[in-house]
C-alpha cells in the first residue's frame, strides 16, 4: 500500500509521514539525518483505537453529583461518554463557579513543554493563554528536568540555563582542541535522540566520535557504564549514586594544596574563592575536603581523585554535568561545585573547555556550534499572569495537600494556594511526578479536574472532565525552534480521529462560553495562525540576514536548514575571558561567584553561599540504607521520550513480560535469586511496583535502573500502597524538593529493595481503556 507523504516534526526529530486516506502507512526518515531515532517508527500506532479517547468523557460521580461530590472516584469509577455541547458546558460553569467563589488563584494550569514539536498547537501556550485572559491562574515554575540548576545558574553565572545551553562549549571545539573530556552523569546516546521541537539531523553521536578519533579522552563518571557511548573507550568510574558533590571537592581539594589552581584567572574572573578555600581546608568545619575524606562517601579510591585532578590540571578539559546530578537530594550542589572546579582549573573561554550544564542530557546542548539563532521565532503569545500565584514546578502535592502554608522559594517567602480546580493540557503528572501514590491521594482533593488528552493516560483517567484532542499529525503546524537549525512544515496528514479536536478549538470554545472568544482567537483560525507565526517569522528572520521562503513555497515543500545563513558568533565566557569589564556576566558582581552573596543572605541551611557537601537521607551511607540496601536511577528511556507512545511498537518491544525493564548487577541478581526475564517487586515504604529484570555487568552492583515513563496502572492493596503492576519508578522516588532554594524534584535519591515475584502477576490495564458508560447505559 503506498499514500501521500507528508512533512512532520516531532521532538525526537523530523519525518515523513505517510497516509492513505485515515489510515497511517510508513514513516520515512530524511537522508540528512545521519542517524534518525527509531522512536519515529512508533507514531504508525498513534491512532491505536484501545488507547485513543473517541468523544469527550464525564466522570461519572461527577457527573451526577458536580464539584460537590467524592473526588476519590478519580481513576477508579467509570466514565460516561457525553456530547461535546454538556462537556464544555459543565467545564465552562466549574471554571465560572471557582473563579467567582474562590478566586482565579484556586485555579491551576499544569502543562509542560513537551507536548508538541509544532509551535502553534504548544498545549502550554495553549493553556497558559486562555487561562491568562481568563482572569489568571496559579502557575508552576522552572522545570522537571532541571529546576535546581534553573535556580542556582542565575546567581552564580548570571544566565539562564537556556542561554548557557547556546553558549556551551562546542564539540567541534573540543575535538580541535580538547584533550579530557571528563563526564559527570554520562552524555548518553538515548537522550541526544531528542531535544525541544527536534533535531532535523542527528549529528551528535558523529560528532563524539570526531573528538575520540581525535585523541580526547573521555572519562565517565557514573554508576552505568552505558552513559558514554561504547566506541568512545571511556574510562569508567562507577561512583557511588548522588556522591558526585565530594569527589568533586575533592579534586579541588587536590588542585589548592598541590597548587594546581589558577590564582590568576580566580582573582580576575571570581568572587568569593577565599571564603571557599577555607572551607576546602577545613578552617571552617574542621575537615579538609581531601581525596582520603571523599573515598568513603564515593567508593572511589583517594589515588584515582588525586591522578585526576592533576590530568585535568595539564589537560584541556571540558566538564559535561549531566540533569540528572541536579534531580537529587541538595542538587544545586554537584552543578555549583563543577562551575568552581572548573573556575580553579582557569580554563572557562578557552578553545575546547568549560562546564557543560545539561550536556548529554538532550541533542543539542554543545552540538549547534557556533552558528546562533539571533532573532525570536514567532510563538502563540500567551500574555502576562494578571496574578501573582506560583509554585514551584516540583510541588504540585505539597500544594494541595498544604494549602495557606508558608513555603520558602529562590529568596521568596510564598504560600500555597487552595486550589479547587486543576486544568491539564499537555504532559502527564502521573509519569513525571514523584511519590504517585501520594498525588493519587492528593489529587482527590479539588472539586473539579479538566484535562485535555490524545490517549488515556493515567492522569486522563483521574480527570472528572476529559477532551479529546487531535495529535501532531491530525492538525496543521509548523516546527522552528532556537535549539536547532531546521524549519519544517507540519501539514496535516490524516483526519482528527473519532471525534478528537485541536486543543485550540477547545480552549476556543471555552472562551466564547465565558465571554472572550474574541480576543483569545484574534479572529484567526488554525491555518491563518500558523501562516502568522510563520511570516512573523520571516521578517525577524531577514532583519538578521536569514532569508526564509515564502509561506506557500514553504508549506508545499520539506524540512530545511539555516544553518549555512548564521555566522559563527562568539560565545558568552570567550568574550568574559578576553575583556571582564567590558562583557561582565549578570551576577551581582558581574563574576563567576564561587560565593554568591544573594544565596547566602536567604539563610537556607541546606544551601549555603557556596559549594558544600550535606549528608543525605537516603543514601547508600545513611540509615536508611540498612532496610532498602538498593539505590534506584530512574532515568531518561530509551525507546520513548518520557511517558509518550508508551503503547507504540517502540517501546512496546522493549518490555519484559509486559512490565518496564530493570537492570541490576549479577552479583545483586545472584543474592535475592533472581534470573534474567524474572519478573520482580520493587519497593521501599512509599510503594512498589512491578519490573522485568535485565542483568548487566555494566553497571554498579549495588545499583539498579528503571527508566521512567510506564503508564501508571495500580492495583489497590491491603496495606493502602498499591502496587504498581506495570514499572513505572515513581511510585518508589521521594517528592521532597532539592533545598528552599531551587525546590527541584529529587528522584535520584531513591533506596529500594528487590524481590523475586513469585505467583501470577496482576493483569496489565495500562493500555486498556476505563470502563465507559455510552448512551442509555447512564440511565
Same mark, same amino acid.
Given at each position: ?84 455541547? @454538556? ?62 540548576? @534553573? ?21 567541534? $571545539? ?35 566520535? @570526531? ?7 573521555? =572519562? ?14 571511556? @574510562? ?60 568513603? =562517601? %564515593? ?119 487552595? =486550589? ?27 472539586? %473539579? ?7 488515556? %493516560? ?46 485550540? $478549538? ?10 472572550? !472568544?474574541?480576543?483569545?482567537? /484574534? ?63 549578570? %551576577?551581582?558582581?558581574?563574576?563567576? /561567584? ?62 519484559? !513480560? ?9 552479583? $545483586? ?111
Amino acid at each position: 500500500m503506498t499514500g501521500t507523504r507528508r512533512p512532520t516534526a516531532m521532538h525526537w526529530g523530523n519525518f515523513q509521514v505517510e497516509a492513505d486516506g485515515a489510515e497511517l502507512v510508513a514513516v520515512h526518515t530524511y537522508a540528512d539525518d545521519p542517524e534518525p531515532s527509531p522512536i519515529g517508527q512508533s507514531l504508525l500506532d498513534s491512532r491505536d483505537a484501545r488507547v485513543r479517547i473517541d468523544q469527550p468523557m464525564v466522570r461519572q460521580g461527577y457527573r451526577r453529583h458536580g464539584r460537590a461530590g467524592d473526588g476519590a472516584g478519580r481513576g477508579r469509577e467509570p466514565f460516561v461518554a457525553v456530547s461535546w455541547d @454538556e462537556a464544555l458546558d459543565l467545564a465552562a460553569a466549574a471554571l465560572a463557579e471557582v473563579r467567582e467563589r474562590h478566586g482565579n488563584a484556586a485555579i491551576y494550569g499544569g502543562s509542560y513543554g513537551w507536548a508538541s514539536a509544532g509551535r502553534f498547537h504548544h498545549a502550554q501556550s495553549q493553556l497558559h493563554r486562555f487561562l491568562k485572559q481568563f482572569g489568571g491562574y496559579t502557575e508552576s515554575d522552572r522545570t522537571y528536568s532541571a529546576a535546581a540548576g @534553573e535556580v542556582l545558574l542565575p546567581h552564580i553565572l548570571g544566565s539562564d540555563l537556556y542561554t548557557l545551553f547556546l553558549n556551551t562549549t562546542p564539540w567541534v $571545539d573540543v575535538r580541535d582542541h580538547g584533550e579530557v573530556v571528563l563526564c559527570f552523569s554520562g552524555v548518553s546516546p538515548k537522550n541526544l535522540q531528542v531535544v525541544m521541537g527536534g533535531p532535523g539531523a542527528h549529528t551528535a553521536p558523529g560528532q563524539l566520535r @570526531e573528538c575520540r578519533a581525535a585523541g580526547v579522552r573521555f =572519562i565517565n563518571i557514573s554508576p552505568i557504564q552505558e552513559d558514554l557511548p561504547a566506541g568512545l573507550e571511556a @574510562e569508567w568510574i562507577p561512583i557511588r549514586p548522588v556522591s558526585d558533590t565530594a569527589l568533586i571537592l575533592a579534586l579541588c581539594h587536590t588542585l589548592l594544596v598541590e597548587g594546581l589552581h589558577d590564582e590568576a584567572f580566580l582573582g580576575r574572573y571570581c568572587v568569593g574563592f577565599e571564603r571557599f578555600r577555607d572551607y576546602l581546608l577545613g578552617v571552617t568545619d574542621g575537615q579538609p575536603k581531601s581525596a582520603e575524606w571523599a573515598a568513603p =562517601i %564515593t567508593t572511589v579510591a583517594a589515588d584515582t581523585m588525586r591522578e585526576l585532578a592533576r590530568l585535568i590540571a595539564r589537560s584541556r578539559t571540558f566538564i559535561p554535568i549531566g540533569w540528572a546530578l541536579q534531580r537529587a537530594e541538595h542538587g544545586e550542589q554537584p552543578f555549583w561545585a563543577a562551575t568552581v572546579l572548573m573556575a580553579m582549573l582557569g580554563q572557562f573561554g578557552l578553545p575546547g573547555a568549560g562546564v557543560g550544564h545539561g550536556v548529554g542530557s538532550l541533542h543539542t546542548v554543545g552540538f549547534m556550534g557556533r552558528r546562533l539563532i539571533p532573532f525570536r521565532w514567532g510563538t502563540f503569545e500567551q500574555g502576562a499572569n494578571p496574578i501573582d500565584s506560583v509554585i514551584p514546578v516540583a510541588r504540585v502535592t505539597d500544594m494541595l495537600e498544604k494549602p495557606g502554608q508558608p513555603f520558602d522559594y529562590d529568596g521568596r517567602r510564598l504560600v500555597y494556594p487552595h =486550589i479547587e480546580l486543576i486544568y491539564w493540557a499537555g504532559g502527564n503528572p502521573f509519569h513525571h511526578h514523584q511519590d504517585l501514590n501520594r498525588l493519587r491521594r492528593a489529587w482527590a482533593r479539588p472539586g %473539579t479536574v479538566i484535562v485535555n488528552e490524545q490517549v488515556w %493516560t493515567s492522569t486522563a483517567r483521574h480527570a472528572d472532565i476529559v477532551f479529546p484532542v487531535t495529535t501532531a499529525l491530525e492538525r496543521n503546524d509548523v516546527a522552528f525552534n532556537t535549539f536547532d537549525h531546521y524549519v519544517s512544515p507540519m501539514p496535516r496528514a490524516v483526519p482528527p480521529f473519532a471525534q478528537a479536536r485541536n486543543d485550540y $478549538d477547545v480552549f476556543g470554545a471555552l472562551a466564547a462560553r465565558l465571554g472572550f !472568544a474574541e480576543r483569545f482567537t /484574534e479572529g484567526r483560525d488554525e491555518m491563518q495562525w500558523v501562516r502568522h507565526l510563520y511570516d512573523e517569522s520571516r521578517t525577524r528572520a531577514a532583519a538578521h540576514g536569514v532569508s526564509l521562503p515564502p509561506f506557500d513555497a514553504f508549506w508545499a515543500g520539506e524540512h530545511f536548514s539555516i544553518a549555512d545563513q548564521l555566522p559563527e558568533a562568539t560565545l558568552i565566557f570567550e568574550a568574559f575571558r578576553a575583556d571582564p569589564e567590558r562583557h561582565p556576566l549578570g %551576577t551581582p558582581s558581574g563574576r563567576i /561567584e564561587i560565593y554568591s552573596e544573594t544565596i547566602a543572605g536567604f539563610g537556607y541551611a541546606d544551601c549555603p553561599g557556596h559549594p558544600v557537601w550535606l549528608d543525605k537521607a537516603e543514601f547508600q551511607g545513611a540509615p536508611r540504607a540498612a532496610q532498602f540496601p538498593l539505590h534506584l536511577i530512574s532515568n531518561q528511556p530509551a525507546p520513548r521520550l518520557h511517558s509518550q507512545l508508551d503503547f507504540a511498537r517502540v517501546s512496546r518491544t522493549t518490555k519484559i !513480560a509486559g512490565r518496564e525493564p530493570l537492570t541490576l548487577h549479577p552479583d $545483586d541478581a545472584a543474592a535475592r535469586g533472581i534470573a534474567a526475564g524474572d519478573v520482580v517487586r520493587v519497593f521501599n515504604d512509599r510503594g512498589a511496583c512491578l519490573a522485568g529484570a535485565v542483568l548487566s555487568a555494566r553497571i554498579r552492583p549495588g545499583v539498579v535502573q528503571l527508566a521512567t515513563g510506564a503508564w501508571f496502572d495500580p492495583v489497590d492493596t491491603a496495606d493502602g500502597r498499591g502496587l504498581d503492576v506495570h514499572g513505572n519508578p515513581n511510585v518508589l522516588t521521594r517528592d521532597i524538593g532539592t533545598s528552599a532554594l531551587g525546590q527541584g524534584p529529587t528522584a535520584h535519591s531513591c533506596l529500594v529493595e528487590i524481590e523475586r515475584y513469585v505467583g501470577e502477576p496482576p493483569p496489565l490495564r495500562a493500555f486498556d481503556p476505563p470502563p465507559i458508560l455510552r448512551d442509555d447505559d447512564e440511565a
